[in-house]
C-alpha cells in the first residue's frame, strides 16, 4: 500500500544539508538570517532574472526552510514542498492560489474550525461559494462536484474523527477535473500518505505531530512541482506566511523522531479508548481504530480522538480534577490535554462549525500524549470517579 519510502525507516528522513559552512555539523545549521547578500552586480542580475537558483530574501527561499521542506516532500511522496508560519497560512494561501471569484469548492463537514471559518467568511465575501457535503456518502459527493473547482478534505475530520475512503473520493473528483487538497495533520505520513492515494495536494499544520513537542505553529503543504511552484509564486510571497528558520529547525529535530511518536501514541490513544468505551460512564467513543477495520489508505491511528459522557458525571468536576491531562487546545506534542465540547460551543467566534453540524456538548476531545499508558488511565479513573454524580 505504501507508496515511496517506508515512514518507518529512518533512512526516508534523511536529506543531505549543504555542509560547507557547517564544519560537518551532523545537524544542519539554522541559517537565522533575513537576508543573502551577493558578491557581484552580475550575480544579483541573473539570480533576479531567474538564472540563478540562490537565496535572496528568507520570505522567499532560506535553507533551513528549505531543508524541512525537502525532508516533509519525501515523507508525504511529493516532488516540493513550501512551509509557512502556521497551519492556517498553508490553508490560506493554497486555496487561493486556485480559486476566485464566482467559484465553487466543495469541502467535507466537521473540518477544522478556523478552515470553516475561512471558507464562511473571507472566501464568502470574495464571492467563493462553499458547499460541504457528508464524506462517507460517495454519491453526495459525485452529486456537489460538477462545476466545482477545489475538493477540500480532512480524514479524519476534526472534533468527530470521521473517517472518509479518500482514494475514493479523489478519484471522483479527478473524473471532474477539480483540484483535490487535503488537511493529513490527524495521521502524519506515518499512517495516511494521500499524495499516493490520488490526491493532488496535502497539508499539515506542523504545529502537530511534525513539530511534536508543542513549540512551534507552522504549517506546510507538498504535491506535485507545477502545483507547489504556483503556491510559491502566486500566494506566498504577497500573503506573505513564510515559515520562520529557528522554526523550520525546531520541525527538522521533530521529524526525526515522527515515526517512533506515532507508533506511540498509537498505541497509548487505542489502549485508552477501549478501556473509555467498556466504561458504564460513556456512551459513545469517537476513535476510527475502534471500527472493526481502518479505512483504506490509513495503517494506523494517532492519540487525538473524542468521547461523550453519559448523562451523570459533570464533565466540568471531571476536566478540572485532571491532573496529567491538561486543559488545553491544539495537539500532537508530548503533553496530554482536553478539551471539553462546552468550550468549543461556546467559543466566540463565527461561524461556528460546531453549532453548524451538531457536535455534542456532552462530548469530550482527548490528546493522548506520551506519558504512559497506565499513568494517563489512573487519571481518567481517578477524575471519573470524583466527578460521577450521587
Ligand atoms: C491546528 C490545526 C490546523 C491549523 O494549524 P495552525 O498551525 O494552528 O495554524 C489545521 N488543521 C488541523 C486539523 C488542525 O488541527
Do not use: C
Amino acid at each position: 500500500m505504501i507508496n515511496g519510502p517506508d515512514p518507518f525507516d529512518h533512512a526516508s528522513l534523511i536529506v543531505a544539508h549543504d555542509d560547507s559552512n557547517a564544519f560537518e555539523a551532523v545537524v544542519p545549521p539554522i541559517v537565522q538570517t533575513s537576508l543573502f547578500t551577493f558578491e557581484t552586480v552580475d550575480e544579483m542580475v541573473a539570480t533576479y532574472r531567474g538564472e540563478k537558483n540562490r537565496p535572496v530574501y528568507s520570505r522567499g527561499l532560506n535553507p533551513t526552510v528549505r531543508h524541512f521542506e525537502e525532508m516533509l516532500a519525501k515523507l508525504e511522496g511529493g516532488e516540493d514542498a513550501l512551509g509557512f508560519g502556521s497551519g492556517m497560512a498553508a490553508i490560506s494561501s493554497t486555496v487561493l492560489t486556485f480559486v476566485e471569484p464566482g467559484d465553487r469548492i466543495v469541502a467535507v463537514k466537521h473540518l477544522y474550525p478556523d478552515a470553516f471559518r475561512l471558507f464562511g467568511t473571507l472566501l464568502k465575501r470574495m464571492k467563493i461559494e462553499v458547499t460541504y457535503v457528508n464524506g462517507t456518502d460517495e454519491e453526495a459527493v459525485e452529486k456537489a462536484m460538477p462545476g466545482a473547482k477545489l475538493f477540500y478534505m480532512e480524514s479524519p475530520t476534526s472534533w468527530i474523527m470521521e473517517t472518509h475512503d479518500v482514494a475514493a473520493l479523489a478519484a471522483i473528483a479527478r473524473r471532474h477535473g477539480v483540484l483535490t487538497v487535503i488537511d493529513n495533520s490527524w495521521a502524519s505520513p506515518v499512517f495516511q500518505r494521500p499524495l499516493s492515494l490520488g490526491v493532488d495536494l496535502v497539508l499539515h499544520s506542523a504545529s502537530k505531530y511534525l513539530g511534536g513537542h508543542s513549540d512551534v505553529v507552522a504549517g506546510v503543504v507538498t504535491g506535485p512541482k507545477a502545483l507547489v511552484d504556483r503556491i510559491r509564486s502566486e500566494s506566498l510571497p504577497y500573503l506573505g506566511g513564510k515559515m520562520s528558520p529557528f522554526d523550520a529547525w525546531l520541525l527538522i529535530r521533530g521529524l526525526r523522531t515522527l515515526p517512533i511518536r506515532m507508533k506511540a501514541h498509537e498505541a497509548a490513544g487505542l489502549e485508552i479508548a477501549r478501556r473509555l468505551k467498556a466504561l458504564p460512564e460513556v456512551e459513545q467513543v469517537n476513535h476510527p481504530g475502534l471500527a472493526n477495520q481502518l479505512p483504506p489508505g490509513l495503517s494506523g491511528t494517532s492519540g487525538l480522538f473524542s468521547f461523550v459522557f453519559r448523562e451523570g458525571v459533570d464533565i466540568r468536576a471531571f476536566a478540572d480534577r485532571l491532573e496529567l491531562f491538561k486543559l488545553g487546545v491544539s495537539w500532537g506534542g508530548h503533553e496530554s490535554l482536553i478539551v471539553p465540547g462546552e468550550v468549543v460551543l461556546q467559543q466566540k467566534a463565527q461561524p461556528n462549525s460546531a453549532h453548524a453540524f451538531g457536535m455534542n456538548p456532552r462530548s469530550v476531545r482527548l490528546h493522548v500524549g506520551l506519558e504512559g499508558t497506565e499513568a494517563l488511565w489512573s487519571d481518567l479513573e481517578t477524575a471519573i470517579n470524583a466527578a460521577r454524580k450521587t
